[in-house]
């Protein structure tokens, strides 16, 4: 098989939704979302098994019901950096928010992460849509959807300007010319947009991969649109074999429609995969798992947050799904509009979305070593994937993966046995974006 | 002498002001200014040398006539972050603007240097007064003086409420009580002042030194009177010796007028040493940088940042200072309105204005290792700073400190020959902050 499968890393701390009671695991240190060592351990590990990339994700508001890992955990570019100068060759992804960050605050921070690690950064764009991180920024209400992604797409337009500022040939530092700059290598932006107004150019210049790999997140018809849009990498939502295959048909056609290239979009699925000895095993591990993480009351509270921190306690769970469409209509929650509708078109009671929800964070991977080598050749064979983020509970579980199901996949011909690049870029198979302004000076001189 | 002396090391890369040609030193990497090794080896050679932390400076602007070092460098809390993991008692300082980032980036930043660091984090406040800078944050012209200096100082007190979020006790983390965090030890903010609504809490808890070191550069009135307020660190603008004496003990009043122990604000100048085999060789090879570096057209682009990039070019150098008082009123660029002020006071000529300013930047401590710290003594105990930020144009010059001058000052009874603590403030003498709802609950209990 010629299509290489990638591999990134999910580190989810003391735990993340739907694993309240990890913390509770012996083997779990109590700090472990605020050890910068857990994060350096994990990276040592996923770079020791070759996997692509460290993938962090985030968020800014919390109350006292949020998973332990959201409660308390470093911020995503100060962590990477960090992990930068203690690996070699994995990429670093880093969830930052277009929706309450400067484009040229992001634009210099992820080029410098880009720098310190040799060309290894990626920022996965998200946009913030609950009222309690806007609330931590100044406004009383979240932005609506459409302007939520309008910013996005722009702060990403705007980002990728700044960090062409320099062309790759503009520091000669030449002694003898006494020419340390080639000043006409230096371009300002001037970009006066809906929604930014950023003149540049950015101080700083580009790094071995050109520009960070732009990763993102969408699952609305809108999110979908963006990722076919800028993205080159997307952390998509899971589900079944099936859901998977639409999903991924779909982000590549879209990507075509855009005129991209279909292969230049790395598809992610979250793989939080496990495995034991034998099949059986890990099929008990697996049911002990979920029943301990989605008792009903958390499974609720979380389905609650899609619809802004919305309290279901109240209801009965065995009525049909209770009428909240003006939560879901609020700033244009679009996963919470998906449920709605689908509780409405199937006839679900409130326990049966929330059961639903539940499975669809159930990962397909259980199993022994041989089983989950198999099961994620038939899934990447049917294209669902290009890559899989994988979360562990325990550095056991990791070793686990790594010891026993990665040399299975590389037998299969479907992992890589030695890194191709230095670079993020180059290990995903992804080109590195000619600067826009020697493209456009080698366009005019023919 | 009981006062302990403190050093802090700033790195200028390539060159910064008045650094326009160490580029060309074929000691110099071309590339220092944004090669994280290069920074990685400073801060092990201030650790080595026990020096109290590592000072880095920002800006967001450039074009093509700014000094090397700005043109293209590390984004400061990245740098120091990749720093905090390759160093173990080293302070990590950073600066950020309060005009351009939002507090609860701000907060959540320099608490995950904190928290990577093992307490080690300090935050140099800045207020941005370019139109160059403002006009990269969808302004077309910086903010005035009274609102830059205000939102400064809500800043950080939003800053301080949100990194007090959390007790120090707020997490048990005890499976038998089934208790990871104890709800009552978590606080909002619910800041709403003039210049932000903040309603927290922040997703991040205090690390061994409480909070991290606010420093801060007042030179103007209001910059005195905001550092005496809420700095704990100043990076002081030097001069002669009665220039510092006046700054020190002003400011040291300033802030026993605010009800703090002046003890609590560590005043830091800039030192800028040459060392050298002898006085003669040292004071040789001062004049021959100092006259390298400060060449009228460069004195004169450097001049000119203080009126707003301000072109002196057209003027005769030996006629009045120009008449441009419109310049520094502009958005109350207090700098450019005491060089004004001095210039009509002592009816000074363009050249005289331009040449004292570059001599005000040159260092006092010049000669061989025995001189440089008998003048280190001298002024130390004139009261003039608590410590110095000392930059050296190559490793070579360094080395030549920390062999032959760092010794003197410990035999002297001047310098730590261990450090103190683990964290920054430890080393600084600085107190750790009691968190402020665990002080009110003591004042409420009695």
Redesign the interface.
């Known amino acids: 098989m010629s299509r290489k499968l990638h591999l990134a890393l999910h580190p989810y701390g003391?735990g993340g939704p739907g694993q309240h009671g990890l913390?509770?695991d012996p083997r779990v240190a109590?700090?472990a979302s605020?050890?910068?060592g857990y994060y350096?351990r994990q990276a040592e590990a996923a770079e020791h098994a070759l996997f692509d990339a460290l993938f962090i994700v985030d968020?800014?508001?919390?109350?006292?019901t949020y998973p332990?890992h959201?409660?308390?955990?470093?911020?995503p570019?100060?962590?990477l950096?960090?992990v930068?100068?203690?690996t070699r060759h994995l990429g670093l992804v880093g969830t930052a928010s277009s929706t309450?960050?400067?484009p040229?605050?992001l634009a210099?921070?992820f080029?410098?992460?880009d720098?310190?690690s040799g060309g290894r950064a990626g920022w996965n764009v998200v946009t913030s849509f609950d009222t309690?991180t806007a609330?931590?920024?100044?406004?009383?209400e979240h932005l609506d959807y459409t302007t939520r992604y309008g910013r996005a797409l722009e702060s990403v337009e705007v980002i990728r300007g700044l960090w062409d500022s320099?062309e790759d040939d503009a520091?000669p530092?030449d002694?003898e010319r006494?020419l340390?700059?080639d000043?006409d290598k230096?371009h300002a932006l001037e970009h006066r947009g809906e929604h930014?107004?950023?003149?540049?150019?950015l101080?700083?210049?580009r790094s071995p991969q050109g520009q960070p790999v732009i990763f993102q997140a969408g699952v609305s018809e809108e999110g979908r649109d963006l990722a076919a849009r800028v993205a080159e990498g997307i952390y998509a939502p899971g589900g079944s074999l099936a859901q998977a295959q639409e999903y991924y048909a779909d982000i590549k056609r879209r990507t075509a429609a855009h005129g991209r290239d279909p292969e230049h979009i790395k598809i992610f699925i979250n793989g939080g995969p496990v495995v034991a000895a034998t099949d059986e095993a890990a099929r008990l591990r697996e049911r002990e798992i979920f029943e301990e993480d989605n008792d009903l009351e958390r499974s609720l509270a979380l389905l609650g947050r899609s619809f802004g921190a919305y309290d279901f306690t109240g209801h009965d769970l065995d009525a049909p799904f209770p009428d909240i469409a003006h939560l879901a209509e609020k700033g244009g929650r679009t996963a919470a509009g998906k449920i709605i509708e689908r509780a409405r078109t199937e006839n679900l009671t409130l326990r049966q979305v929330v059961t639903s929800a539940s499975e669809f964070r159930r990962s397909p991977f259980v199993g022994a070593p041989a089983t989950v080598a198999e099961t994620i050749e038939k899934w990447f064979a049917a294209g669902t994937f290009d890559g899989i983020n994988l979360a562990f509970r325990t550095f056991e579980e990791l070793d686990l993966f790594v010891d026993g199901v990665v040399p299975l996949l590389q037998e299969r011909g479907l992992f890589r046995t030695e890194y191709e690049a230095d670079t993020l870029r180059g290990n995903l198979g992804l080109p590195v974006p000619e600067n826009r302004h020697t493209a456009a000076r080698r366009a005019a001189q023919g």
Chains 1, 2 share one sequence.
Not at 135 to 140: C, F, K, Q, S
């Open positions: 003391v913390w509770k109590k700090d605020i050890d910068i350096l968020s800014q508001f919390i109350n006292a332990p959201y409660l308390n955990r470093l911020e570019l100060t962590l950096s960090a930068a100068v203690r309450y960050n400067s040229f605050n210099r921070r080029a410098s992460l720098h310190i309690g609330r931590n920024y100044g406004l009383d320099y520091f530092a002694p006494g340390f700059l000043p230096l930014f107004k950023v003149a540049g150019p101080n700083l210049s």
